[in-house]
């Protein structure tokens, strides 16, 4: 957690992403604690979607009744924010059911909701949709937690310009195109997949890690970095670094 916090300070990053599983049991003690953290964290902007652990497990009528309540109260009662800026078009989805302890699911009425914010971004700015569930995967174990309506939100997303997606949940960081993983995709979208942060449920014997995007001027001046912990030197290390498009 300090190495973290030191790192993310030297960063100086415009804005923080949290791509859910914020808590372990979605309590409310919980959630304090993870708000004086992300508090400490730096002074930038700090955007946030629920994973299937914010929302509680055991208690059934909280699950059922008013399953975000806690995350609302001390997270933020946006459960779908967005945040624009001439560079920069990030829109989140609540992909977490109810009803469902692990699966993520997107919606025709969250797919047009996408679309209405794709066809009113900047031209040149970088499009991004953020979701806990994972819209692709590269494990084959983890082939059960792709979300559902992944294949036709896509279709149509990347018919409006879409850059990425960005997500959590499966514990195991990757940058890949998005054309590897379907057909009839328009241009040339990536898939994003952080790692673990600060949490002891790291897969693979990779590191804690997180993911870092750096926009240049244009649209396609952007690269993606892996910073990794080196329990050696106490501290996160910048890894790998792709450029996605040149």
Known sequence: ?????????????????????????????????????????????????????????????????????????YMSEQLQPVYTSNKLWLICLNTVQRFKHVSGQVNAEQVEWVNRH?????????????????FAVVLQDDTDNLIKGAEAALQQWSQLGLNLVLGGHIHFPFAEPLNKHFTDLQGDPWVVQAGTAISKRVRNNMQNSFVRLQLGK?????????????????????VERVHPWG
Not at 5 to 22: A, F, K, P, S
Not at 118 to 134: D, F, Q, S, T, Y
Not at 219 to 238: A, K
């Open 1 to 73: 957690m300090k190495a973290l916090q030191r790192c993310l300070y030297e960063l100086d990053n415009d804005l923080i992403v949290i791509t859910g599983d914020i808590t372990q049991r979605a309590r409310k003690g919980q959630f304090i604690a993870a708000k004086a953290f992300f508090e400490s964290l730096s002074t930038s902007p700090i955007l946030t979607v629920p994973g299937n652990h914010d929302i509680p497990l055991f208690n059934l009528l909280a699950r059922f009744f008013w399953p975000f309540h806690n995350y609302q109260t």
């Open 118 to 134: 794709l066809k009113v971004a900047p031209e040149n700015a970088l499009k991004v949709v953020v979701a806990h569930h994972p």
């Open 218 to 238: 244009k649209q396609c001046d952007l690269n993606i970095q892996r910073w990794d912990y080196s329990h050696e030197q106490e501290r996160f290390i910048e």
